[in-house]
Each structure stands twice: as C-alpha cells, then as structure tokens.
C-alpha cells in the first residue's frame, strides 16, 4: 500500500496549516484523514474550535499518526512549501522557473526569505530528514519528503482532464461508444 502525507504549509508558527493524507490500496486512492492544522490531524477524535490556530509541526508527531491511521508508513510527504537543504535567503531558480511558466495562468510562487518560510522551512526539512524522509530532489526514490506546486499541478492535470473531456463529448456527439 502507498500512503502520502500531504501539508498544505502556513508559512509562519502562528498560522494553521493543512494536512491530509491519502492512501492507495491497490486499486484507488482514498482520503483517510483531512485536517486544518497539525493539532487537528493529531487529535484523536475532531476537535471544535472557532479558529484553528498554527503550532510548530512535530515531523515525528505526524509520522506516527499517518502510521496508525494506515497501519504502515506513508511512503512520501509531500509540502506546499519552498524546501532546501540549504537556508533559503530569497528567490531560487525553481521559484523563476515556476513564475516564468505559470504566472500569467495565476499560478507563480510566492517570494520566500529568510524569514519566510525560514526556520519553519529548515525545521521541516531537517525533522522529516531525520525521520528517514530525506528531501527529494533528483530521482525517485522513497520514503522521501518533496516540495510540490499545486496550483501549476491543476492546472496540467486540467489539461488532461480538457482532453478527455474533448473526446468523450466527440463519442457522444456522434453516438459512438468505447469500452474503457
């Protein structure tokens, strides 16, 4: 079974962040726990607040519970977050490259300093590390933490989905039909 564990980083301590995890079980995905905060993903049972708050994550905290709720552990966490093994000062290449591609479709990156994501950032990288979930940033290889863009990964499965759309509609319209 794969399992990841998805983090939808605030980019600061004080602000809640996202967290949701999925599994696969060999035949479809299916989402086993979605929450608006570490705290919130942790709990043992929902929690009811008015206001999530934001918290220091605890990278060993949030592997063990990915392990409970699946029974094995997840084989990649993937963060919504700039990630480096080097202190991030300011823009880098990856975020130029993304913005150059995606910025007129709404889908560029914001600029990280030192301050932002800064320690949160480092803190991640290196708890995850040390959890044997090293940075991915060449190859593929698991368990492993990567740094993901989801708004220009929208927009390209929208793409797909664009096409497939296209021709199903192009079946129908002509009445054709085709085992898939």
Known sequence: M?????IDA??????????????????????????????????DQDLEVGR?????????????????????????????MPLSTDPITGRRVSDNAISSFYGSRHAGTHTPSQSRPGKLSDDLTLGFARAGYPLLTS??????????????????????TEGFLTSTRNLVNTGQRTAL
């Open 10 to 43: 605030a980019w600061t301590f004080t602000e809640p962040s996202g967290v949701a995890l999925v599994k696969h079980d060999g035949v479809d995905w299916r989402l086993v726990r979605v929450a608006a905060s570490y705290q919130a993903f942790l709990a």
């Open 2 to 6: 794969t399992a990841v564990l998805g």
């Open 52 to 80: 999530h708050r934001g918290s220091k994550p605890d990278p060993n905290a949030l592997l063990s519970k990915t392990a409970d709720l699946t029974a094995s552990p997840v084989s990649v966490v993937a963060i919504d």
């Open 139 to 160: 190859g593929a290889s698991f368990p492993a933490l990567i740094e993901v863009y989801p708004h220009p990964a929208l927009i390209e499965l929208a793409k797909q």
